[in-house]
């Protein structure tokens, strides 16, 4: 069974500066290598939501680590659907997206 899929507009955004900025200040083949490790991802989480560990003692929210990338992929899972709720680097401040769960 595969997911239905949403991006939290501001984790949009984050998904869209990161790329932005990896591709400006670092090489466009770094911003290619983040946006299709986050694109396999989001594949992945589509297809298999519960595979990945719980986000503290929130039971409906996972986390996806990238470490190749330094990133994570953290989403909630309801139903049938799975919002994702940040594209968070992997050493900025934890939590700073808890308010983007309703």
């Not at 998904?15 to 090489?27: K, N, R, Y």
């Not at 190749?68 to 700073?96: K, N, P």
């Amino acid at each position: 069974m595969s997911y239905a899929l949403q991006i939290h507009p501001e984790a949009d955004a984050e998904h869209a500066q990161t790329t932005a900025w990896l591709a400006e200040h670092v090489s466009t083949a770094r911003a290619l290598a983040y946006a299709n490790a986050i694109g396999r991802a989001l594949d992945e989480i589509r297809e298999r939501p519960l595979a990945w560990p719980r986000w503290r003692s929130l039971s409906d929210v996972h986390v996806r680590h990238l470490p190749a990338i330094s990133y994570s992929v953290i989403y909630r899972v309801q139903e049938d659907m799975v919002t994702i709720l940040a594209f968070a680097h992997m050493h900025r401040a934890l939590g700073y997206w808890l308010d983007r769960r309703p």
